[in-house]
């Protein structure tokens, strides 16, 4: 999740010292570098000057860096690395391959054996047959777990199939598939990235469920590990041991097997220390952050996100070292993945389909989804050549914007050929001597053709020609074993008859709807005791910002095309600032949140129980039987009710003719109407006026409602707004995401590891013109100890605001 935030680029070790210091050389990039302009022009023409990266140009360059980092990086957490250490610079130009192939190959063979590396070591994990299946994991999916495409949380089951099937529609068959549970709801109470993930549907042996699809469908799948955090609960009986290290390798050699998952994420790690790795019983690890050269033997896998370089294609480091390795390249905020998907194939990698991201959908094209699923089906039917045969990068350049690989694995070859051009090209390979005589075939594997071999100049002997479509690529398979190529040369004749030209290229945002909730109960229950009547205005500006960590502008200068946020009934799409003025209509408010003692009464007068009673009032006791049985613990009975989800909150309000405030009420409410104020009492904030905020790994006993009086809005005299509980407000959801749109802050906010980092924690929003979102996945899942809700009602049902012209 971090951003690798600079280059290290100095001449002396003390520089490097003096900026490790200062600046933390911080985690992994979000966002590549525009690198594509539409344009005839080749790509190395059309990068953007002012937005350059120093970036590692020469092998003594690499050496020194390797050196003078290592010697650093022993102060900071998992040996951070310098930006762009991932990728190694192409060649200035055609002239310039012969001498960077030789200052390369010079590099590669010292820095093997600088780190004392053995390919042929037993217990290099390359070598362990319970791993290799990660050299030809080439297409990875991330799975947001919130995703409504793999949970219905109508029918409160998984749609593995379902997902399995809509993803292998579009971009082919799935390696393997990253489900994520935690971040970024993690940090709203006290639940470590562990507990999130029991706290799934139907808990590990749901997620043993979902895994066991997986596998049925031959999809390996991978679970996330967030080191950095240390600031919520720990885990029962490991409690004197130390987080990000003894304490998690500990939780993750017993989670791995229970789930039967098969391997880990290190998120924001460059490289798994050797510590989390048995060669025994190894445990696969993808680090987010790349792979140093002393990790190689014990990570067979890693993301890659590739900037940092002034020549495309990049060559990937880790793969160029040891091309067993599998790297995994990476680009969420990526609105144009052709790019990284051409790197993908120039460098034999994989590429990690991410669409969901933290809940902003973030789509694939058709012509992306196309072109992976071509792509890959000619890595997939090599993949033994391309990940254990030699690897030859930069085989050839034309100077026209086509780049060739090489990957010959005894007498058989396969060359990958990119086109970084707006035009069809004719690519001309020339083949080497022993690959020129009759005893040899060549086949063009994109278009399922068998090639002629022909003639050339006298500059480069004996060639084949193919044609390449605009920035796109071709594969040429060279063989002298007969293989019998009929099935798949068919299938890709088939696959590829529709140029990749008329497949769109559209990328639409997903349209938001926010969810009403209206009371529908006849009941004649009103409980109206403790509501505030809130006189509306004519003429009110709602402007309300999200909390979200990402997209980070900073980081991501387009984040603005991406539709982060939610969308509000009079917007035309969703966004993560909002800025109209509304007609506001006079409503009622509850001056409290609601209590344990008025949600007890509530459950005895109406019978309701939830369809899943997971984590259901967990805080109270005798929690067997129906719930109209259960106690509240002594103490808090006039506490918040906490534990609940959205449809517990609503059957509360629905059951008395209420509902939820949508968030522009509750802010009305909490800047004092026409005074828009930051905070009920006023414009400063003052720590006195709400209770104390817990930092530690448990959480705070909640107060009675009306305890902190000063608090209150001073226009509405509604009390216990901010710092106290989550308090929900609208719920939006598209066609992939539901969230629900949180107010006020909590007395509770975990401090993660990272100090150079974001704060990577469920953020704070403690005044009125903040709101967070909180992803919502099934009503277990989503009931916390630190989120409750009031209620509201409206006076005019039909007219609860205009938006004023």
């Known amino acids: 999740m971090g951003k690798l935030k600079k280059i290290l680029n100095y001449g002396s070790a003390e520089t490097c010292a003096q900026y490790v210091k200062s600046d933390g050389l911080r985690g992994c990039a979000a966002q590549r570098l525009t690198i594509f302009e539409q344009s005839s022009t080749p790509v190395e023409a ?12 020469s092998p003594m360059r690499a050496l020194y860096l390797s050196a003078v980092c290592c010697l650093f990086g022993q102060a900071l957490a998992w040996d951070q690395q310098p930006d762009g250490y991932e990728v190694i610079d192409g060649p200035d130009g055609p002239e310039a391959v ?6 390369w190959t010079a590099w590669k063979k010292m820095e093997l054996i600088t780190n004392r590396y053995d390919p042929k070591d037993a217990c290099n994990v ?8 990660t050299q030809q994991n080439f297409v990875q999916t991330f799975l947001m777990i919130n995703d409504r495409s793999i949970y219905d949380r109508e029918t409160q089951q998984y749609t593995v199939d379902k997902y399995v099937d809509e993803m292998q529609s579009r971009v082919g068959p799935i390696d393997s598939v990253l489900i994520w549970p935690a971040y970024p709801n993690i940090g709203v109470d006290n639940r470590n990235q562990w507990d999130l993930l029991r706290d799934l549907p139907g808990g590990v042996e ?16 991978i679970i996330p590990y967030n080191p950095w955090d240390i600031g919520t609960r720990d885990e029962s009986g490991l409690e ?24 880990f994420n290190g998120d924001t790690m460059y490289g798994v220390p050797k510590s989390f790795y048995n060669c025994s019983n190894p445990l696969v690890a993808t680090p987010e952050g790349g792979v140093p050269t002393a990790y190689l033997s014990h990570n067979p896998m890693s993301w890659g996100y590739f900037f940092g370089y002034s020549h495309f294609p990049p060559v990937a480091r880790a793969k160029f070292l040891e091309s067993r390795h599998m790297v995994q390249i990476c680009a969420r905020w990526s609105l144009d993945r052709t790019a990284e998907l051409l790197t993908a194939f120039f460098n034999g990698a994989g590429y990690v389909v991410w669409e969901n991201v933290w809940g902003i959908w973030n ?7 196309e072109t992976a699923k071509r792509m890959f089906a000619i890595l997939r039917k090599f993949g033994t050549i391309v990940s254990t045969g030699q690897w030859t990068p930069y085989y050839e350049i034309n100077g026209n914007g086509l780049f060739a690989s090489a990957f010959t694995l005894s007498s058989e070859s396969l060359y990958t050929v990119i086109s970084t051009v707006q035009k069809d090209m004719t690519y001309e390979l020339p083949l080497p001597v022993d690959q020129s005589g009759d005893d040899t075939r060549v086949y063009d594997v994109y278009h399922g053709v068998e090639l002629k071999k022909q003639t050339g100049n006298s500059t480069n002997g004996t060639i084949v020609k193919v044609t390449l479509e605009p920035r796109a690529f071709g594969a040429i398979y060279v063989t002298k074993s007969g293989n019998d190529l009929t099935q798949f040369l068919n299938k890709m004749q088939a696959m590829t008859t529709k140029p990749l030209a008329k497949y769109s290229t559209t990328r639409n945002l997903l349209q938001q709807q926010l969810i009403r909730s209206d009371s529908s109960n006849t009941s004649t229950s009103t409980e109206n005791s403790d509501m505030v009547r809130v006189s509306g205005t004519a003429n009110w500006w709602f402007n309300v910002s999200g909390v979200q960590i990402e997209p980070v502008s900073a980081w991501t200068p387009n984040f603005a095309q991406y539709g982060t946020g939610v969308q509000f009934p009079w917007e035309n799409r969703p966004w993560n600032n909002h800025s109209t003025r509304l007609y506001v209509q006079d409503f009622m408010i509850d001056k409290h949140p609601v209590t344990n003692a008025q949600y007890s009464t509530f459950l005895k007068a109406s019978g309701y129980s939830p369809k899943s009673l997971d984590r259901f009032l967990l805080n109270w006791e ?8 259960w106690n509240i613990p002594a103490g808090l009975e006039q506490s918040p009710i906490v534990n609940v989800a959205i449809e517990d909150a609503k059957a509360y309000a629905n059951f ?50 009306g305890s902190y009086e000063s608090s209150r809005s001073t226009k509405f005299q509604v009390e216990d707004l901010v710092g106290y509980v989550w308090q929900m407000t609208d719920q939006f959801c598209d066609s992939h995401t539901c969230g629900i749109l949180l107010r006020g802050g909590s007395s509770y906010h975990p401090i993660s590891a990272t100090h150079s980092d974001p704060n990577w924690y469920f953020p704070q929003a403690l005044d009125a013109q903040h709101h967070n979102r909180f992803l919502m996945i099934s009503e277990g899942y989503d009931r916390s100890p630190m989120v409750g809700f009031r209620c509201a009602k409206s006076i005019a049902p039909a007219r609860e605001f205009d938006v004023v012209e």
């Open 363 to 369: 789509a694939m094209t058709e012509r992306e989804d």
């Open 622 to 629: 005798n929690r067997n039987g129906a719930p109209t049985s």
């Open 98 to 103: 012969d001498a960077w192939r030789r200052d």
């Open 656 to 705: 008395y003719n209420k509902r939820l405030p949508h968030d522009w009420e509750w802010q009305y409410v909490a800047s004092n109407g026409d005074s828009y104020d930051a905070y009920p009492w006023g414009s400063e904030f003052d720590s006195t006026k709400v209770p104390k905020v817990y930092h530690g790994k448990e959480l705070p006993t909640l107060d009675p409602v």
């Open 206 to 221: 749901g997620v043993k469920g979902v895994i066991t699809d997986f596998h049925r469908r031959g999809i390996r799948v």
């Open 240 to 263: 004197d041991m130390v987080r990000m290290y003894n304490a998690d390798i500990t939780t993750l050699t017993e989670t791995i097997p229970e789930l039967q998952a098969d391997g």
């Open 46 to 57: 059309s990068f953007h000057k002012s937005q350059r990266r120093a970036h590692i140009k």
């Open 126 to 133: 390359y070598n362990i047959q319970k791993t290799q299946w």
